[in-house]
């Protein structure tokens, strides 16, 4: 491609469009996966295609680009793949009130973002993209859910579950954010339905123990959410028997379990507190207060779980029965509390006021006995009692739950079983997926109470032969939760196809191993819990399964902070939203990404109100114009990594061309540690120091004492290597630098430019001068300073020697080059 000449330079759009159809045409970005270099496996939270790309895609892809384009430089094949979590319920909503297929609104969105992406100059390997809701990607989601059921790792159960009415969907915990659904704002209540779990449980203790190997490699926030999220506790059983009521004895036949992490405190105990909607509570509720425990449940059910496990006295009832003490035989009451969740332990908890605060609260709540506060020796010792008379043993105790994939909605993979009356859950064939979705639109979409595919609308669909028997069946009507869809995603971008993916298997195993784990995955912290935690799961699972080697996914993680307008969370609804882009349509591609980085380091929020793209896109043309004057001096390119031994040299030291190499070279050592640190913002700040020392170099010429030659070639040098560097920030503005210096594109396969260790040391030195131990002056001397030269140097200090006056100088001790000491003495 040949530079337009200067009288003609093209437009901004102009110039991004003309290098968006180069690296197209091109295929620049993609993952060569020939072995000819070492490899490493970028990814990115994949996005949801609700609409076009927003302020917060905006700054993820600008950080991940860095990243992609820095390991680029230094000569990795890098895999950075794109692709969309394209099923989910706000399509579903949206094609309810449009009144069509929730498809049409998917790709359509997805055809925005795509143009947007590409747009915004991101070095994506578009040939490996995958969209979730396309049956060749989801019937391998459903050959995973198989391998779960085959595994018992996927099992039916009826449960209470938090139930949106408006949505009318099952929703996960997280998405009920103060007692109400996160989507439409309406409060949740509890229903009991028979849903399909995922066996996570069964993969607690590798899921925490195998965190060690993310030390220092994934944020310590995450991390901690992760083990908090899990939650081990190392304790005991307690077997309690029941007493009964006053007259009768209650439903319950066995002891009373509660698990304690402090068994040490249970002589201390007073009460037991059991969860309201936990089996126990039912069985040792006396008849008489069945009504109040009914209203409990319900209260505590559609309260939340946050909402319980706060402070303050909490809801309860006595349940009328009485549990004998296992130590000393004296009868602890048994109360149904609210703050006592049903999947914790057994579901009941030992109330010791003197030691919990929570169990104080509730105990000064309910007018029962704080009591003394005794205990015994330690928890070992208590452990040890309670197995020696058989009234408990050591046990360990998590707060992870299985996970609930059922959703009773239609935009979903199908759960890819049949029901016979005969044969029980019978799997759907390997060979027979994928299970596709009936085409239903519009009103057929309402959920009514229940999922879409159980309505008449999808009888065809649903009513089909049983796989085993050939008798009438049907197949289940839930679809899976988006979480499983992007669990395993990263696999599949592992391995190319004839069509882009394969279509024989979810991915190739060989391929797995050459490319994972994934060496940074970036995204947002909001999915520090649950995506990374399945997504782990999973990945432990196919290891299991042998079909990859890897027990972790992802071997670093960069959490970038949120886009904010004036101090608040984008919103249209407060009306300070930001249109990506209005954005890149006044400012361009190049300046809104540089923006972006240089607001802070990428863990830090950006408040959009506070940047300055217009400075960005000004420092781009200034880019440009020194481009432009290096290519006018008639100087010839020097390669993508010049020999800096032989390019200038005679650029001497104390010369302007010797200190503009010093800082162009000083520019690269330094900025492939900040890169290492993520510290991009840094690396922008130090290209623009180095784009003004280039300029006024160019300007002021080259001085008397100076080889013209290498004061030329110095400022050729220095606009190069700001090319290079920035093709990892802003990929327009580089790439036409690049070429305007006389370079073949693309400035993206550059390499990293070299750096001569000589000219990293310094020439000269600060040396302190001290009069009997305190500074009197500095002095520069150069850095090879012989001890008489620097003695003198400092004597000659006005400081010394006013320190000095009237005193005898005893010794004059020297450290070259960094340090003089004048001792004195009274005459």
């Not at 506060?373 to 040890?384: C, F, L, M, Q, R």
């Not at 954005?583 to 802070?600: E, H, K, S, T």
């Amino acid at each position: 491609m040949d530079a337009p000449p200067p009288t003609t330079r093209p437009s901004t759009a102009e110039v991004e469009d003309r290098w968006q159809r180069y690296w197209s045409e091109h295929d620049t970005f993609r993952a060569r996966d020939d072995g000819t270099r070492p490899r490493r496996y970028l990814l990115t939270m994949f996005p949801y295609p609700s609409g076009d790309l927003h302020m917060g895609h905006a700054e993820v892809f600008a950080l991940e680009d860095v990243v992609a384009r820095y390991w680029r430089l230094r000569g990795y094949d890098v895999l950075n793949p794109i692709g969309w979590d394209s099923f989910g319920l706000p399509a579903e909503n949206a094609a309810i009130r449009r009144g069509e297929n929730p498809a049409v609104f998917t790709e359509t969105n997805i055809a925005t973002q795509a143009a947007t992406a590409r747009r915004y100059g991101v070095s994506f390997d578009w040939s490996r993209r995958l969209e979730t809701h396309r049956p060749e990607y989801y019937r391998w989601t459903q050959w995973l859910f198989l391998r779960l059921l085959e595994h018992d790792l996927a099992y039916r159960a009826t449960a209470p579950v938090n139930w949106c009415p408006q949505d009318r969907t099952v929703l996960a915990n997280e998405q009920v954010v103060g007692g109400r659904c996160e989507r439409c704002g309406t409060p949740v209540v509890q229903r009991e339905l028979t849903q399909w779990f995922v066996r996570v449980t069964a993969y607690a203790d590798r899921l925490l123990d195998d965190m060690a190997a993310l030390e220092g490699a994934w944020p310590e926030r995450v991390l901690a959410m992760q083990r908090h999220w899990i939650g081990r506790s190392e304790g005991a059983r307690v077997r309690f028997d029941v007493a009964g009521y006053e007259d009768a004895a209650p439903a319950a036949s066995t002891p009373v379990t509660v698990f304690t992490t402090r068994p040490d405190t249970l002589p201390g105990a007073t009460f037991l507190a059991v969860a309201p909607e936990s089996p126990v509570a039912a069985a040792l509720c006396a008849p008489d207060r069945a009504d109040a425990l009914v209203a409990l449940c319900r209260d505590a059910r559609d309260a939340g779980e946050i909402a319980r496990s706060g402070p303050g006295g909490g809801r309860g009832v006595f349940l009328g029965a009485w549990a004998v003490h296992p130590v000393t035989g004296a009868r602890l009451p048994v109360w149904a509390a609210d703050y006592v969740l049903p999947g914790y332990g057994t579901g009941v908890v030992l109330g010791v006021p003197a030691h919990d605060e929570r169990d104080a609260a509730f105990a000064r709540a309910h007018g029962l006995s704080v009591g003394d506060g005794a205990t015994w020796p330690s928890v070992e010792d208590a452990t040890g009692r309670l197995e020696a008379t058989g009234h408990g043993e050591r046990a360990t105790s998590y707060r992870l739950r299985d996970w609930l994939v059922s959703r009773q909605r239609y935009w979903g993979a199908p759960v890819p079983v049949v029901h016979c009356a005969t044969c029980g859950v019978v799997p759907v064939p390997d060979d027979e997926l994928p299970v596709r979705l009936p085409d239903l639109a519009g009103d057929d979409l309402l959920p009514r109470g229940r999922s879409p595919l159980a309505s008449p609308a999808a009888d065809a669909w649903r009513r089909v032969p049983c796989p085993r028997c050939g008798a009438n069946a049907e197949r289940d009507p839930d679809t899976l939760d988006t979480f499983v869809d992007s669990s395993w995603y990263f696999l599949r971008y592992c391995s190319p196809g004839s069509s882009g993916l394969p279509d024989d298997v979810p991915f190739r195993p060989d391929d797995a191993r050459r490319w994972m784990p994934a060496a940074q995955y970036v995204g947002g912290v909001e999915h520090a819990i649950l995506h990374l935690l399945y997504s782990r799961f999973v990945t432990k699972v196919l290891h299991d399964l042998g079909w990859v080697d890897v027990v972790e996914p992802f071997a670093t993680l960069l959490n970038q902070g949120q886009v904010l307008y004036g101090g608040r969370a984008m919103s249209k609804s407060l009306g300070n939203g930001v249109e990506l882009g209005g954005q890149l349509d006044r400012w361009g591609v190049d300046a809104v990404r540089l923006a972006m980085v240089f607001a802070g380091p990428p863990e830090d929020d950006v408040d959009w109100a506070d940047v300055d793209p217009a400075a960005m896109r000004r420092f781009c043309d200034r880019v440009l114009r020194l481009a432009d004057a290096v290519a006018a001096s008639g100087t010839s390119p020097t390669g993508p990594a010049p020999d800096s031994r032989g390019i200038t040299p005679d650029a001497r030291p104390g010369t302007r061309a010797h200190a503009l190499r010093r800082a162009t070279h000083r520019t690269v050592h330094d900025a492939e540690d900040l890169l290492e640190r993520s510290r991009f913002n840094v690396v922008v700040a130090r290209l623009m120091e180095l784009v003004n020392a280039a300029r006024r170099a160019e300007a002021d010429g080259h001085g008397r004492d100076e080889n013209a030659a290498a004061h030329t070639a110095a400022v050729r040098e220095a606009a190069e290597t700001v090319a290079v560097l920035l093709g990892m920030f802003a990929p327009y503005t580089a790439e036409e630098a690049w070429e305007r210096l006389g370079h073949a594109p693309s400035v993206a396969d550059a390499g990293w430019p070299r750096v001569d260790p000589t000219l990293l040391v310094d020439d000269t030195v600060e040396a302190v001068v001290q009069v009997d131990g305190r500074v009197r002056g500095r002095v520069v001397v150069p850095a090879d300073v012989d001890d008489a030269t620097l003695r003198d140097r400092a004597l000659a200090l006005p400081g010394v020697s006013r320190a000095a006056r009237g005193r005898e100088v005893v010794r004059v001790v020297v450290r070259a080059p960094r340090l003089v000491n004048v001792v004195t003495r009274a005459t």
